[in-house]
């Protein structure tokens, strides 16, 4: 019942920017944290972003604050990912996924795939 469907990603080059989103149903969207996590090839997930329900508080990971940010909108059900100054190294699967560091990642998404190069 639960779909996380990402959608935004592709091929761009170093310092282009890219904004990902995940469409979420099956779930009361407006009650529920949301993250994108990624995972580049030979490594494991990488937290990006923390988001909670109402989207007043957000956090970013340190390899990607002051280039990264997240939001929502309630309204719609979508989490957003704008990527800009896009690196080499943040070539990854993004995906989408529920809760936070107290409840864990229920769900996730399939991903999008960004490829900076």
């Known amino acids: 019942h639960v779909q996380l469907v990402e959608s935004g990603g592709g091929l761009v080059q170093p310092g282009g920017s890219l904004r990902l989103s995940c469409a979420a149903s099956?779930?009361?969207?407006?009650?529920?944290?949301m993250n994108w996590i990624r995972q580049a090839p030979g490594k494991g997930p990488e937290w990006v972003g923390f988001i909670n329900s109402d989207g007043k508080d957000t956090y970013i990971a340190d390899s990607c604050k002051d280039r990264f940010t997240i939001a929502r909108d309630n309204a719609k059900n979508t989490l957003y990912l704008q990527m800009n100054s896009l690196k080499s190294e943040d070539t990854a699967l993004y995906h989408c996924?529920?809760?936070?560091?107290?409840?864990?990642?229920?769900?996730w998404g399939q991903g999008t795939q960004v490829t900076v190069s």
């Open positions: 996924a529920t809760g936070g560091p107290t409840t864990g990642h229920k769900y």
């Open positions: 099956g779930f009361t969207f407006n009650n529920i944290a």
